[in-house]
């Protein structure tokens, strides 16, 4: 089933049904924009509580089955309890020793692919039904897997898997570590002079990509400075806050 789901053959399933659900979304926005005034009502929090706890299990499972996929192996996963909240969490380090950027690049995707996946299953689901329980489930999936993936997970910026992606793709290790070592190298050395400060760029290729992703997390860390300094553990915490918010 792995190999299957992640291979041409599920590559082309996923864009029809994504690019499918993306043309009967535009199609029913006018309702699918009224029903989001009512994402935070009080009798909406539970099933946007279900939602949650339901899509992030998949998302975890997106990545292990991806991990194993490539030949990597996954001995920790299981639940932990944020905000009074079960939230999954899976042990995919051995990624990391992937001769392939893409395959560790796709692993730190999975989670997203699998999220956008469901929220397309969930749209077909929303639009053929009623006001009901099923249509008010089926609009929350759709809700936290869209706006979560978009807004969190996919951004470069912050410390989630677009970050490791990003990371995986250019092949620079410790991104954001080696980013602020850059700046601290320019700092020393163009503005008091110091000669003798380390440089984590080990060529121009790293130099540019280093100081870009310097300016543009620090410019966002100025907009955002709570997430700035998230770490592995409190990255989910940060997370769970402003979904909670």
Known sequence: ?????FSWVGLAVWLAVVVSALKLVVDHFPELRTQSQGILAPGN???????????????????????????????????MFLLFTPIPYMD???????????????????GMIVEVFVAAIAAFVWAKTG????????????????VSTVLFNANPLL??????ILSDLLDIPNLHQRSLSLLRHVWESRV?????????ARNARETFWLGAFSVASNIYRVRWPATSTASLS???FSYLSRIAS
Not at 1 to 5: E, G, K, S
Not at 61 to 72: D, K, L, P, V, W
Not at 192 to 200: A, E, H, I, Q, S
Request: with cysteine.
């Open 45 to 79: 929090l539970f099933w946007l509580y279900v939602a949650l706890v339901v899509i992030k299990t998949l998302h975890e499972f997106g990545h292990s089955i991806a991990c194993r996929r490539f030949g990597g192996e996954v001995h920790t996963m299981g639940v």
């Open 192 to 200: 008091f002079g110091v000669k003798d400060t380390f440089n984590p």
């Open 159 to 164: 410390r989630f898997d677009g970050y490791y």
């Open 1 to 5: 089933v792995a190999r299957l789901a």
């Open 92 to 110: 995919a380090t051995s990624s990391w020793a992937f001769k392939s950027r893409w395959h560790r690049a796709l692993v730190g995707a999975a």
């Open 234 to 236: 409190s990255r989910r």
């Open 131 to 146: 006001q009901g329980l099923v249509n008010s489930i089926a609009y929350n999936m759709m809700f936290i897997a869209s």
